[in-house]
């Protein structure tokens, strides 16, 4: 009896990308605290596979509101940047025979700022982590995927840093005004935390990968990891 071994990452994560019928459009906007907020869903953990059904479409079907009037993004776009989720449904699987598939289902849903902020956090944490662990393995990949990952995380001047997620939420206002969002908020530091350490790890192995030439911008990086480290500290003492 002959056994196939998949070690190719391609291969392992074919079925996971696989067999789908839900696919899912993200449409970002403002909304000025003078504007009444459209009430928010939970987004779903795992989409419907072909075989299942998810019940986030029979509970929110055609209950979002009607998009709101577009505004100049305000100087903190963290604070009041909502993201619309547009789920469709197909009735055939992709990949597949066919080349296009009718849309049998749709549903919207709101994510609100600090979900918006709990999920970019996370995502480009496990995103910078899955490059380490590839370097690590001795994967041979081009290090400037992660110089631009790791810059644009700890220079400030690239998306305004861990200060636009202090200012909008993190500085005791958002908590007061929301005390029902406290677990949001503990939610967020942790996951800003857990942003530190990788970023930490990150910095470690890029300075054994980068070259001569990228070497003045690797010593700006680990001086902004001082300065996030110690804007770190302030946060979590106010947990």
Do not use: C
């Amino acid at each position: 009896m002959t056994t196939l071994k998949l070690d190719n990452d391609l291969v392992l994560s074919y079925p996971a990308n696989s067999n789908l019928n839900v696919f899912v459009y993200n449409k970002p906007y403002f909304i000025r605290k003078s504007q009444p907020k459209p009430a928010a869903a939970p987004a779903p953990s795992q989409p419907a596979s072909a075989e299942g059904s998810n019940p986030l479409f029979d509970a929110n079907e055609g209950s979002a509101p009607p998009e709101p009037a577009a505004k100049p993004a305000p100087q903190n776009d963290f604070e009041d940047l909502w993201i619309k989720k547009y789920f469709f449904i197909t009735s055939h699987v992709f990949p597949g025979i066919y080349r296009s598939s009718e849309v049998v289902k749709r549903a919207e849903i709101n994510t609100p700022p600090i979900d918006n902020a709990i999920s970019t956090v996370s995502s480009k944490t496990d995103e910078i982590d899955t490059m380490l662990n590839k370097h690590l393995s001795g994967e041979k990949i081009n290090v400037n995927g992660l110089t631009s990952s790791l810059n644009g995380v700890l220079d400030p001047a690239v998306n305004g840093g861990v200060g636009n997620y202090q200012s909008a939420f993190l500085d005791g206002k958002f908590e007061k005004a929301n005390p029902g969002e406290k677990y949001k908020v503990e939610e967020l530091r942790a996951e800003l935390s857990r942003q530190v350490e990788v970023l930490e790890r990150g910095v470690d192995v890029h300075a054994v990968l980068v070259s001569d030439e990228m070497r003045k911008l690797h010593d700006h990086m680990v001086t902004q990891l001082g300065v996030l480290k110690s804007k770190m500290a302030v946060i979590m003492a106010k947990s």
